[in-house]
């Protein structure tokens, strides 16, 4: 990967080396219910990109954005990341992520305790035994398993969907992730609200907040008003989300409740603390942990 990666974008070796993210796995019961939550949640990935947004700095300075993480994907590789426009189509399902899987270029072979570099070559070709890396060789489910792995959309599909919008952070929010998602799609009537009110999402807003949110947050213009107004009602179905499966968990929230209560993201009260009290030093936030 660290040879490949520039080779397809400039800043893959940034995401290697200096991000970190944390990420949800949620379970499906069907293809007809993985179909259903993998839309609501890759629509509201930007959402979650705001509220957790907690890379404004980079070697020491503010870099611009308020998700560096977020926006980096965007120019890493571009054949295996981004906001999926097919999940939306009608006759997605399994067999549609399947095709598109086979499609994204390889990595590696893993044989005999070593990685054979298979860069760029496809798994199509791999199935037929004309894998120019280990010519003759067919492959094992084991192989497909590694090969899912190495494709990083915003929300991916493996036996549990993966959502990967999010910064890491500091333990509240980390707690808070696993609720905000639990509440919208383990839930049937937040699932379905979601899907309604984001069923006349064009696929160009969904890549315009892909975009511009790593940027400008909950401040992103989005129809008539902003992100942030759009965050207010999701909060809300997470909530009583929560409440309904009756499990006292809705006090995880409270992380983000606060930054859409306020608008103000994790990555801009810390752009506020190095402006102010920390004097332009980001030392302060290796020793003030901001539970």
Not at 125 to 137: K, M, N, T
Not at 180 to 192: I, K
Not at 210 to 231: E, I, Q, S, Y
Request: hydrophobic residues 40%; proline residues 5%; charged residues 25%.
């Amino acid at each position: 990967m660290r040879n490949y990666m520039p080779k397809v974008g400039s800043l893959g070796l940034d995401m290697m080396f200096r991000t970190c993210t944390v990420q949800v796995n949620l379970d499906f019961s069907s293809e007809a219910d993985m179909i259903r939550k993998f839309r609501a949640s890759l629509a509201l990935q930007p959402i979650a990109t705001a509220l957790f947004a907690n890379s404004p700095f980079t070697d020491g300075k503010p870099n611009g954005y308020l998700s560096m993480r977020s926006h980096i994907w965007t120019d890493t590789d571009n054949n295996r990341a981004g906001m999926l426009p097919f999940v939306f189509d009608d006759t997605f399902g399994f067999e549609q992520y399947v095709d598109y899987a086979l499609d994204v270029p390889m990595y590696f072979v893993y044989r005999k305790k070593k990685y054979i570099d298979c860069t760029g070559m496809s798994f199509r070709d791999f199935l037929a035994g004309r894998l120019p890396c280990i010519p003759g060789e067919l492959p094992t489910l084991n192989d497909w398993e590694n090969h899912l792995t190495t494709i990083f959309p915003e929300v991916r599909l493996k036996r549990y969907l993966e959502m990967r919008g999010a910064d890491g952070g500091p333990w509240r929010r980390l707690c808070a992730l696993p609720a905000f998602w639990v509440g919208l799609l383990y839930d049937e009537d937040s699932l379905q609200r979601v899907l309604d009110m984001t069923a006349d999402w064009t696929s160009e807003e969904r890549q315009m907040l892909r975009n511009k949110v790593p940027r400008t947050g909950l401040k992103t213009p989005f129809r008539d008003g902003l992100l942030r107004h759009v965050a207010e009602e999701v909060l809300k179905l997470a909530k009583d989300g929560l409440e309904r499966r009756g499990f006292k968990e809705v006090a995880f929230l409270n992380a983000v409740a606060e930054v859409v209560s306020t608008g103000i993201t994790p990555a801009e009260q810390l752009l506020e603390l190095y402006h102010g009290k920390w004097g332009q030093s980001i030392d302060p936030v290796f020793e003030e942990l901001l539970y």
